[in-house]
């Protein structure tokens, strides 16, 4: 199946045929990136299948993590930095081996007028992303790190659709702005609770959790 076909129920037959003209398709490896914090952004993307993770740099150079893209899903910061002009804020890394269409930016503004579709996807997209990044800050501001590190896990496991998540402390320690030593000691208090089992650079989540 053509990529776009994938995109059927989102938008309509004429909108379709653009994208079919104007986007290509991407292959990105496990850890590959797409697009980097001060790179210009050119492009729109849309995940056929695969997950990408977007974060961004706090003052101290740490990264946060800030929301995963999914299959039929976009990027909210893409869209603003578009509209804006304005180079990339944050870092969209392949989670996962993953396709993604990518559409020019220049076709934007005139989608936004020309099809309800896409500005019903593009406004959709934001109040997503906006809503999920509320959870985070409420998760940072309310919620103990041990609290936060299950969240972490339940999503990861939700994204990938696996109960293995292959992943070392020193990343997850880097999502939840930690450090390795502190995710590592709540990960082995876990294990301990049954909860999870721990592997080199995986972990296996149980029913428990």
Same mark, same amino acid.
């Given at each position: 199946?053509?990529?776009?076909?994938?995109?059927?129920?989102?938008?309509?037959?004429?909108?379709?045929?653009?994208?079919?003209?104007?986007?290509?398709?991407?292959?990105?490896?496990?850890? @590959?990136?797409?697009?980097?914090?001060?790179?210009?952004?050119?492009?729109?993307?849309?995940?056929?299948?695969?997950?990408?993770?977007?974060?961004?740099?706090?003052?101290?150079?740490?990264?946060?993590?800030?929301?995963?893209?999914?299959?039929? @899903?976009?990027?909210?910061?893409?869209?603003?930095?578009?509209?804006?002009?304005?180079?990339? @804020?944050?870092?969209?890394?392949?989670? #996962?081996?993953?396709?993604?269409?990518?559409?020019?930016?220049?076709?934007?503004?005139?989608?936004?007028?020309?099809?309800? *579709?896409?500005?019903?996807?593009?406004?959709?997209?934001? !109040?997503?992303?906006?809503?999920?990044?509320?959870?985070?800050?409420?998760?940072?501001?309310?919620?103990?790190?041990?609290?936060?590190?299950?969240?972490?896990?339940?999503?990861?496991?939700?994204?990938?659709?696996?109960?293995?998540?292959?992943?070392?402390?020193?990343?997850?320690?880097?999502?939840?702005?930690? *450090?390795? #030593?502190?995710?590592?000691?709540?990960?082995? !208090?876990?294990?301990? @609770?049954?909860?999870?089992?721990?592997?080199?650079?995986?972990?296996?989540?149980?029913?428990?959790?």
């Amino acid at each position: 199946m053509e990529p776009w076909n994938k995109f059927s129920e989102l938008f309509e037959a004429g909108l379709l045929q653009e994208i079919r003209k104007t986007a290509r398709e991407i292959a990105l490896k496990e850890g @590959e990136h797409l697009l980097n914090i001060g790179q210009t952004v050119r492009a729109i993307p849309i995940v056929v299948s695969g997950t990408l993770k977007i974060s961004r740099l706090d003052e101290a150079g740490h990264e946060l993590f800030l929301y995963y893209i999914r299959p039929n @899903e976009s990027c909210a910061m893409t869209f603003t930095c578009c509209m804006e002009q304005h180079s990339s @804020e944050i870092r969209a890394v392949a989670e #996962e081996d993953s396709r993604v269409l990518v559409i020019p930016t220049a076709a934007m503004d005139s989608w936004m007028q020309k099809y309800p *579709s896409w500005k019903s996807f593009v406004m959709r997209t934001i !109040r997503m992303r906006f809503n999920e990044l509320l959870t985070m800050i409420d998760q940072v501001a309310f919620q103990r790190l041990d609290e936060r590190l299950v969240n972490y896990l339940k999503e990861k496991s939700k994204t990938t659709h696996s109960k293995v998540i292959h992943t070392s402390h020193e990343q997850i320690a880097i999502d939840l702005s930690s *450090s390795r #030593e502190v995710i590592s000691r709540l990960l082995k !208090r876990l294990e301990q @609770e049954r909860k999870v089992v721990l592997y080199r650079n995986e972990i296996k989540l149980l029913s428990q959790l």
